[in-house]
């Protein structure tokens, strides 16, 4: 059987960006955003494909995840209800990423252009406040809108008329990684009206607002596997059968993605606990990298990140790596504590945590430093 097919076109990151992902959701061609010329890329996909979105890679090789205008499209209208109608929005997360999408498609639908921070897309500008205020003074709508990262959100509540600026949004859209308690404890004080935002680029973007599943999203967990389902869900993995077979599947006509997150979904609340693939075993037993992170994070080391690193003697170790100078001897007692003398982490300071496009921290060279 034969499948209806539309060309697949690579699109640079920039301003043409907009125009080319409205014509992909209209029905022209599939398009792919990268600054890059995409090794294997097909020059056709089926119909149904609209837009081809890679994954950060934060924790290891990158996929290539295949969205129709259906899925992209299901996002945006579930999210503008949940954020409580259509505004105007500042685009200030990369546009090869979902996040960075998701902004032009919500833009799209509200029928309002975005305001572009220069260092959207553009490699040589680092986020300031400075070009974010710069941003907000060209919005046009009452109704304002921004998606961050973590840092990005620290950078701005560090600034005062950033902070009074932001607080002025309807809402801040805050994802890619967890949000540490008290980065949102300081923006609460700030009062900037914060919504965690959880989800991938196989789920369209966030699907999952403070816990709470937007639209007619599905939640489910599965041998302690956080399953998410509904009009959002990817078509799959582009030309990986065996990967989209793994992790993609339909039950009861629906649509289900395996997320590789640990958690629990109890009173319509979603919590993660962490990465299935994010536990070590350390002298026989097993360690949570994501519970040593969380509580280095609530006790103030917020940019933490851990790693397991190989070692002759335990198997392996837990490695924390965090910009901070401070004394990190009363949060290893708490970890130890808490957590047992396995997940006691060794803890190096001082040194910037090295950060993808995404605004996620690149695990995958802390892994390789870990193990230096």
Do not use: C
């Not at 097919?5 to 125009?19: C, F, Q, S, Y």
């Not at 959100?153 to 600026?165: F, K, N, P, S």
């Not at 299935?276 to 350390?282: E, N, T, Y």
């Not at 970890?335 to 396995?342: C, F, K």
Request: aromatic share 4%.
């Amino acid at each position: 059987m034969t499948h209806a097919v539309r060309p697949l076109r690579v699109v640079a990151p920039g301003a043409g960006v907009l125009v080319e992902l409205r014509a992909a959701l209209a029905g022209g061609d599939a398009i792919m955003v990268s600054a890059d010329a995409p090794i294997d890329l097909p020059r056709e996909v089926e119909q149904r494909i609209a837009l081809v979105v890679q994954t950060s890679g934060s924790s290891g090789r990158p996929k290539r995840v295949a969205l129709s205008a259906d899925a992209v499209l299901a996002n945006a209208a579930a999210s503008e209800s949940a954020l409580g109608g259509p505004g105007q929005w500042i685009l200030a997360l990369p546009t090869h990423y979902i996040a960075g999408l998701n902004v032009l498609t919500r833009s799209i639908a509200a029928g309002f252009d975005p305001v572009v921070v220069p260092s959207a897309d553009d490699s040589t500008h680092h986020f300031t406040a400075h070009a974010f205020l710069d941003a907000a003074a060209r919005l046009t709508v009452p109704e304002r809108f921004t998606a961050l990262v973590p840092a990005q959100l620290a950078t701005l509540l560090d600034d005062g008329a950033a902070a009074e600026a932001l607080a002025g949004f309807r809402r801040v859209l805050v994802g890619g990684q967890a949000t540490p308690a008290g980065l949102l404890e300081r923006a609460a004080a700030a009062g900037v009206k914060v919504t965690r935002s959880y989800g991938s680029s196989e789920t369209s973007g966030g699907v999952v607002f403070d816990g709470a599943p937007i639209g007619t999203t599905a939640i489910r967990v599965v041998d302690g596997e956080v399953h998410l389902g509904g009009p959002s869900v990817a078509e799959g993995y582009l030309n990986n059968p065996a990967e989209t077979a793994a992790r993609f599947t339909t039950d009861g006509g629906m649509r289900w993605f395996r997320t590789s997150d640990t958690g629990s979904y109890e009173d319509g609340r979603l919590a993660i606990a962490g990465r299935l693939d994010d536990v070590i075993i350390s002298g026989g037993i097993k360690v949570s990298l994501g519970g040593i992170e969380q509580l280095l994070h609530d006790n103030g080391f917020e940019d933490a990140v851990v790693v397991g690193a190989d070692d002759e003697k335990w198997g392996q170790v837990p490695i924390a790596f965090t910009s901070s100078d401070a004394d990190p001897a009363p949060v290893i007692s708490a970890i130890e504590a808490a957590l047992g003398p396995a997940a006691r982490p060794r803890v190096r300071r001082g040194s910037a945590i090295p950060i993808l496009p995404s605004g996620k921290p690149d695990r995958v060279s802390l892994r390789a430093q870990a193990n230096e």
